[in-house]
């Protein structure tokens, strides 16, 4: 993306606009400074007035970018870990949006998920079925651990 350089007051106002419209990662709003043409000096001061201000939050950007995309979504916590990291969330802040996950929503999304996926291959054989359920959910970022026992329960040989 080409750079533009605005004043730092513009900046500001832009940058706090781009806060304002939804939770942003501390990378996101760096990145989006660096596009403004601020130079590190600048850009390090700004972030740590977002922070202060509380414009600039990644334990709430972390909680909310995993609730809503398992809510919304349907990710597992494997997925969600990794799109964080991508995103250059802090280990510890990953680790407190997962925590945010009930449990009991998880497995029972995961449930769900596992259900209507099985329910569209009714076509397939018993084991090819169970393949591809399994290669679905693992995609969307489900433990496998939680995968196995759910994919026993929709199994029944001969079907």
């Known amino acids: ?15 706090r ?5 939804q939770e942003r990662a501390q990378q996101e709003v760096r ?14 001061e700004i972030l740590s ?3 202060g201000e509380n414009f600039l939050n990644e334990e709430r950007f972390a909680t909310s970018f995993a609730g809503g995309h398992f809510r919304i979504k349907g990710w597992g916590k494997l997925k969600i870990n990794h799109a964080l990291y991508q995103k250059r969330v802090s280990a510890f802040n ?6 945010s996950i009930d449990d009991a929503d998880y497995k029972a999304k995961l449930q769900e998920l596992a259900t209507k996926k099985w329910n569209t291959l009714k076509g397939e054989r018993g ?13 969307r970022g ?4 939680l995968i196995q026992p759910i994919l026993q329960k929709l199994y029944k040989p001969g079907t």
């Open 94 to 99: 990953i680790k407190l949006a997962l925590k």
């Open 31 to 44: 990145d989006k400074l660096y596009e403004l043409g601020m130079t590190k000096p600048e850009v390090e």
């Open 1 to 15: 993306m080409k750079k533009i350089r605005v004043g730092k007051e513009q900046a500001i106002l832009s940058i």
């Open 142 to 145: 489900f433990e496998p651990a």
């Open 127 to 139: 084991l090819s079925r169970m393949a591809k359920t399994q290669a679905f959910l693992h995609q």
């Open 49 to 51: 007035d977002l922070i």
């Open 17 to 21: 606009h781009f806060c304002a419209y």
